[in-house]
């Protein structure tokens, strides 16, 4: 059975930093991409990165470029995102997604996910 349980959020100051998790059970995700996703209260669902199986290359959206980054630990089956210099405007509920694809489209923040995580909320405030 194919799930996605994420962890690592939580309250932080501006400025500060999180590592949000994303563990996957019932498939490998050295082989399969993962998506992160993020929702604000009363907004739409908003891409963050994408990190493909196997070649490992990892997109990240412009409001994460610079700040965030994302990476794999295949002997653990999770991914990671590193969020640094968090905002405000960050907060959000954070997801990660799969669709059991290996490659990361090049409009994969668009795209419609079969399986994702329960998410985990991050808030940016002083």
């Known amino acids: 059975q194919v799930q996605l349980v994420e962890s690592g959020g939580g309250l932080v100051q501006p400025g500060g930093s999180l590592r949000l998790s994303c563990a996957a059970t019932g498939f490998n995700l050295d082989v399969n991409l993962i998506a992160w996703f993020r929702q604000a209260a009363g907004k739409e669902r908003e891409g963050v990165s994408c990190?493909?199986?196997?070649?490992?290359?990892?997109y990240l959206t412009n409001s994460a470029k610079d700040r965030f980054t994302v990476s794999r630990d295949n002997a653990k089956n999770t991914v990671y995102l590193q969020m640094n210099s968090l905002k405000p405007e960050d907060t959000a509920v954070y997801y990660c997604a799969t669709s059991l694809h290996t490659y990361c489209d090049s409009d994969w923040y668009q795209m419609g996910y079969r399986y994702r995580g329960q998410g985990t909320q991050v808030t940016v405030s002083s």
């Open positions: 990190i493909s199986g196997l070649s490992g290359m990892t």
